[in-house]
């Protein structure tokens, strides 16, 4: 299919990205790039277009500034109208990593939000659910940890693809280093946010253990995940404390071996 004729019911996946780094990144994993479709007046997502693989894929960034869990809603449900064909959506960028050797609770979808809790004469108790992901995306991450295990991924050969681009190389993150969860040294005090994130080590080793061994807290999923399931894949930038890698802004690889939120 020649790509001056594509049509938005041509892609089939659909990817949201976080910040224009991120969004740099996934453009640079394209085997084709696309031109831009038509201007659509009821739609003001900006898309990067390409296939990646034998998949047709529609990229979309959240608006500069703007983060949380409603802008990400918002940017996939515009996607998903304009792109109606879209079989399920990838939701990827970076986290903090929740340290520990425990193994995630299997008592929910993948996803948890923290936030969503009641208060009981017992303490704090969960309430409500998120959305599992799609069945495909789930089988499809069974075969990529079997293909892992059998030594036969090429997660590696396709990642070298951004060591062309410097601040997307291993060796610019510099090295990994975990602080234990006391050490305050370079706490700065601001205002709370409207979607408050972890920033302590202390705070987040409870938050975990609470929810079942978590491993990373983001900003982003929360209302996605109900109105437009999909898998969630998070690079960890940092271990949720008060030390932030610096080396490399904006990017993500701070802590080595990064795991993807859904189990």
């Known amino acids: 299919m020649e790509s001056h004729s594509l049509r938005p019911e041509d892609y ?15 453009s640079e994993m394209r085997d084709e790039e696309h031109p831009e ?3 659509n007046p009821n739609d003001v997502n900006i898309y990067t ?6 998949h047709k894929v529609a990229i979309a960034c959240l608006p500069s500034g703007q983060y949380g869990t409603n802008s990400a809603a918002t940017v996939a449900i ?8 879209t079989r399920f959506g990838l939701m990827v960028g970076v986290g903090g990593g929740a340290p520990g050797s425990a193994d995630p609770s299997a008592e929910h979808g ?25 069945l495909i995306l789930l089988d499809a991450l069974g075969k990529l ?9 090429k997660v590696s050969e396709h990642l070298a693809v951004l060591d062309r ?3 997307f190389q291993r060796a610019s993150a510099g090295p990994d280093k975990l602080f234990t969860p006391n050490i305050h040294s370079h706490l700065v005090v601001r205002a709370p946010r409207e979607s408050p994130f972890i920033r302590s080590g202390i705070a987040r080793d409870p938050f975990s253990a609470g929810l079942g061994n978590v491993l990373c807290f983001e900003m982003e999923v929360g209302d996605l995940m109900n109105g437009s399931p999909c898998v969630v894949i998070r690079g960890i930038c940092d271990y949720s404390d008060t030390h932030k890698n610096k080396s490399c802004p904006g990017w993500i ?3 080595e071996g990064a795991r993807v939120v859904v189990r």
């Open 12 to 26: 089939r996946v659909g990817y949201v990205s976080t910040t224009s780094v991120e969004l740099a990144a996934a």
């Open 37 to 39: 479709l038509p201007y």
């Open 49 to 54: 277009l390409g296939q990646i693989g034998r």
């Open 78 to 85: 515009r996607m998903k109208s304009n792109f109606p064909a």
């Open 110 to 134: 993948g996803i948890v939000q923290y936030d969503s809790r009641t208060a009981t004469a017992s303490g704090f108790q969960r309430k409500g659910f998120l959305n599992a992901p799609p």
């Open 145 to 153: 940890r079997a293909t892992h295990l059998r030594q036969n991924s």
């Open 165 to 167: 681009l410097p601040q």
């Open 253 to 255: 690889t701070s802590a």
